[in-house]
């Protein structure tokens, strides 16, 4: 089931909404009104990331370095005092209800309700007293862009269920409820990286992560100061994780990791890196292992770079970061491709995809001047394999997950 769909007509609203007008904070404001007929007990966001460096690195016990986006999710809420909880998505355009017997078995809930019912299994099977209640929900996240639109919906449900039932959960404690929702209910079997993005960045910083440890260090990362600018570029190409590509990557470096006697792809260092790629007999695997392991470095050498203050010479990492995905891990598509050739040739410092792969969005780091003749070269660059025209748009590192009223 997809939860129990509420067919009631209601003045004003329809199952098929026009193109989303006005602040997102006020459109989820605004639905929960249209939809309850009373006001919300309080709204709440988390955003979207992007993930500056550090691909299919987290769930291998590795690094990961992203910042929150200024686009968010957002979930106004209310307790409610039946045994059900509703559930209004602007972009889906329905509501939907689903009870304990469906938070309690994986599986009962599908679509975009899974991952707000995996939300209240989480939190249940952890111990919490979950708070029943009604919500509305509005993002501008793009969906299928690979910005983490399902980490920021679950932090945003996560983060006002905290509240509204008075849950002992500290925030360092909250990515791995939120991630358990992600996996164990909606299926998907991620890492930790996008809910420790939604809930726990800071404006002006990227998130060092440790995913081992869980260890976080808030780096600077003021592009303003510098003159420079995160472009994103929407490929328009379709992220999916198509035919259980993502999983496969993941049991890949697992079972190398077993191979190799460690107990994760991040226990391999870069100076030990050939003699562990002889002891693997297949030549894919061991891509996928060149690219962990490598990835892992890059990382700890952006960070020291933003450490000191040194944010144009990260560039030449992000491309070798793209390089690596395309080559090695074998997870970007022509779209993408080209977006970072077109943005590397009209100046980009650095260029690479973001995301889990099989589709989504580039980041490129240019000048703050040069980032509409950038955009300008990727578009053209699309028009000419005949591909459908990108979307871009600068970004700057902004706040996790937290109440806005």
């Known amino acids: 089931m997809t939860g129990t769909p509420d067919t009631t007509h209601r003045p004003g609203t329809t199952n098929h909404p026009d193109r989303p007008v006005g602040p997102v ?29 550090g691909e299919h690195t987290d769930y291998n016990d590795g690094f990961v370095l992203p910042f929150a986006l200024p686009q968010r999710t957002v979930v106004a809420a209310a307790p409610e005092r039946g ?37 209240v299994w989480a ?101 303003d100061a510098a003159g420079l600018a995160i472009l994103v570029i929407d490929s328009n190409a379709p992220h999916r994780h198509v035919g259980g590509e993502y999983a496969a990557r993941r049991a890949a470096c697992e079972s190398a990791a077993a191979a190799l006697g460690v107990p994760a792809l991040r226990d391999v260092t870069v100076d030990r890196l050939d003699a562990a790629l002889a002891r693997l007999d297949d030549e894919t695997v061991r891509r996928r292992v060149r690219h962990v392991v490598t990835e892992n470095q890059r990382v700890l050498e952006t960070v020291e770079l933003l450490r000191t203050g040194r944010l144009a010479e990260i560039g030449p990492l992000l491309t070798a970061s793209h390089t690596s995905m395309r080559d090695d891990f074998e997870i970007t598509v022509p ?8 943005a590397l040739t009209a100046g980009a410092y650095g260029a690479r995809m973001t995301g889990g792969g099989f589709g989504g969005c580039v980041l490129a780091l240019v000048d703050t001047a040069a980032a509409e003749t950038v955009a300008s070269t990727v578009t053209e660059a699309y028009a000419g394999r005949g591909f459908r025209a990108p979307s871009s748009f600068t970004v700057t590192p902004g706040a996790g997950a937290e109440r806005i009223n």
């Open 83 to 119: 045994r059900r909880w509703t559930v209004w998505s602007e972009q889906a355009g329905e509501r939907i209800s689903f009870g304990r017997a469906d938070a309690a078995e994986p599986g009962r809930v599908t679509g975009w309700g899974a991952y707000v019912a995996g939300v």
């Open 335 to 342: 779209e993408v491709d080209t977006a970072v050739e077109a």
């Open 123 to 223: 939190l249940r099977e952890a111990g919490h007293d979950v708070p029943v209640a009604r919500l509305a929900i509005a993002s501008d996240v793009p969906l299928g862009a690979g910005l983490s639109s399902s980490a920021a919906l679950e932090s945003a449900v996560l983060t006002a269920l905290a509240d509204l039932g008075e849950l002992d959960l500290p925030l360092a404690d909250r990515p791995a409820l939120a991630q358990r929702a992600e996996n164990g209910y909606a299926g998907m079997p991620c890492g930790i990286m996008d809910q420790s993005a939604s809930l726990r960045c800071q404006p002006g910083h990227a998130l060092f992560l440790d995913c081992r440890t869980l260890a976080v260090e808030q780096v600077p990362f003021d592009l």
């Open 25 to 53: 904070t006020e459109r989820a404001a605004a639905g929960f009104i249209s939809e309850y007929a009373e006001r919300p007990a309080g709204v709440w966001a988390a955003p979207g990331r992007v993930n500056l460096i």
